[in-house]
């Protein structure tokens, strides 16, 4: 049966391994993709808003040439002027033979980087179209500053003509023959004023726009606020090539923030999510480590100045009197006869065979003056025994390690005996079993044994004492050392301390515990339990609510 169980617990564990290996497998290419996905978004969003940082930065660069360039072409004359913008017109030619995209083109062909290139071509052309313009303005300005020059110019070519046509025709006038021909209207008359107003005209509207100066102002005025206009708004032009870049880098944005891997890290940032598991792995350290850190703070301080205190001595007035005898060694059952006046007080797990002719009958608690102390360690309703020569068999009925001996205190004897360990007692009928409660408040040897009370058995009376593997009742003779758990009872004048474990290692690993229980100057007997945690598990002691009741009733000498 313990094959087929061994066999069954060996294949639940390896099945759920396989299926462990299963889900691994198949949400293997699922994590992976996940991952994948998160640093394609963000290598997305981060180019296109990289493309869109980087025209943001250069535009002031661009923004000041444009400037320079403008300023520089206010100050030009018009036909340097028209070499500039045969220049810029060809630039702006050439790029408009390859145009730019559209911007989902450019996203389909190139990705993030393509869209960034295209708007930044976008861009370029715009500003070679707003310079191109700038030249056009600052030309017509140029010629507008040019115009009195050029008037004066043109008048002065237009004049001499003009002045010898004039003389010519009134020259003809004053002959008899031109004033023939004018009264007539004559073809040499009207040939000379033909000449006259065409090459007087001319020079009558250039000195006449020359005189207008008003004119010339205003046409100086429209051509400077021209020019102002072509260095406006370039702001918006960068505004606009940048919108697309924008809306871009917000969906990559919006979709790199939406995949798991991200998710995860903003509920990290959000929850500080890395300060916290850097504060709880440093508690964590520190939790490991002050179980050791403790222990060599009581093994180098606090076990040294607790050897150092006296010892724990109960005074019982007449108690010392008599010496107990060892026992014999125990075993799975003892015969208890009883002698005249006697009667023998039993647990009833402990009650193995009895005679028939006994008188029985039940005995509430062991000590009625203490109560708590009988009902927490089981002493409650007891088979009391009675009659001459009647033989009862002693013997644990439940528990299969147990073992009971037989330990006998004569009048004047007394035995610190923790109830727990008591299985039966033999008593006068006439004179019942005496305790007595010792309290050690004020001894830190008591703290440290946690055992602030002693409960004293008086004789005379036989105790039947059981324990787990067996119980062992020998003499002190010049001090014994045991394990704290070990040690049910003593004789009543020995002293009572502890001492630190023989080795360090053991007790700092925590397999070992710090004190162990000493008793010495005397001549009694221990009362030593073989094996305290036999029928009680793998565990070293109990857990929990378990665990707490031992501590108490040991504490209570129970």
């Known amino acids: 049966m313990t094959a087929v169980k061994t066999l069954c617990h060996w294949l639940l564990r390896r099945g759920l391994l396989y299926l462990a290996l299963v889900a691994a497998f198949a949400l293997s290419p699922f994590v992976l993709n996940a991952w994948h996905a998160a640093d394609g978004a963000r290598g997305r969003y981060e180019t296109l808003e990289g493309a869109a940082q980087s025209l943001t930065a250069g535009f002031p660069a661009l923004q000041a040439e444009f400037d320079r360039e403008r300023d520089a072409a206010a100050q030009a004359g018009s036909i340097v002027l028209k070499a500039r913008i045969d220049r810029v017109g060809g630039e702006l030619a050439k790029e408009r033979a390859d145009p730019p995209g559209s911007d989902f083109a450019a996203m389909l062909g190139g990705g993030a980087r393509g869209l960034g290139a295209n708007e930044a071509r976008k861009l370029r052309i715009v500003l070679l179209e707003r310079e191109l313009e700038a030249l056009q303005r600052a030309q017509d300005l140029a010629k507008v500053r040019e115009r009195p020059q050029q008037l004066r110019q043109d008048y002065a070519r237009l004049r001499p003509p003009c002045v010898a046509a004039i003389t010519a025709l009134r020259t003809y006038e004053r002959t008899w023959l031109g004033r023939v021909n004018t009264l007539v209207d004559g073809d040499r008359h009207k040939a000379l004023a033909k000449r006259r107003a065409d090459t007087c005209g001319p020079a009558y509207r250039a000195l006449q726009a020359l005189q207008d100066r008003r004119a010339l102002d205003a046409a100086r005025s429209r051509a400077e606020a021209a020019f102002e206009a072509t260095g406006a708004d370039l702001g918006g032009d960068l505004e606009r090539a940048l919108q697309p870049l924008q ?78 005898e060892p026992a014999e060694r125990s075993t799975t059952s003892v015969a208890v006869r009883l002698v005249a006046g006697e009667e023998l007080l039993v647990r009833q797990d402990y009650l193995q065979t009895t005679s028939h002719a006994g008188s029985k009958s039940t005995r509430w608690l062991l000590d009625w003056h203490h109560p708590l102390s009988s009902i927490a360690t089981g002493l409650t309703f007891l088979t009391r025994i009675r009659g001459e020569g009647e033989v009862t068999t002693v013997s644990a009925v439940r528990d299969p390690f147990a073992e009971v001996t037989v330990l006998a205190l004569p009048e004047g004897a007394s035995c610190v005996l923790q109830p727990r360990a008591l299985a039966a007692a033999a008593q006068p009928a006439v004179r019942p079993l005496r305790i007595t409660s010792h309290w050690r408040l004020f001894s830190l040897n008591a703290w440290l044994t946690l055992q602030l009370r002693y409960l004293v058995f008086h004789g005379p009376c036989r105790l039947v004492i059981k324990g787990g593997r067996g119980v062992r009742v020998e003499r002190a003779e010049r001090g014994r050392v045991f394990g704290q758990a070990q040690l049910v009872g003593f004789s009543a004048d020995l002293a009572y301390s502890v001492a630190r474990t023989e080795t360090f290692w053991p007790y700092f690993l925590g397999r070992e515990q710090l004190f162990k229980d000493k008793v010495e100057a005397g001549e009694g007997v221990l009362v030593i339990e073989e094996a305290p945690m036999a029928g009680r598990g793998r565990g070293e002691g109990g857990k929990g609510l378990e665990g707490a009741f031992d501590v108490v009733t040991k504490a209570f000498g129970m």
């Open 247 to 324: 809306a871009a880098t917000q969906d990559a944005r919006t979709a790199w923030r939406g995949t798991l891997r991200e998710k995860l890290r903003l509920w990290a940032e959000e929850w500080h999510l890395q300060d916290v598991l850097w504060g709880a792995f440093k508690v964590l350290l520190l939790i490991i480590a002050m179980p050791y850190l403790i222990r060599l703070l009581f093994w180098f301080v606090f076990a040294p100045m607790a050897q150092r205190r006296p010892a724990i001595r109960l005074s019982v007035p007449g108690g010392a009197g008599r010496a107990i």
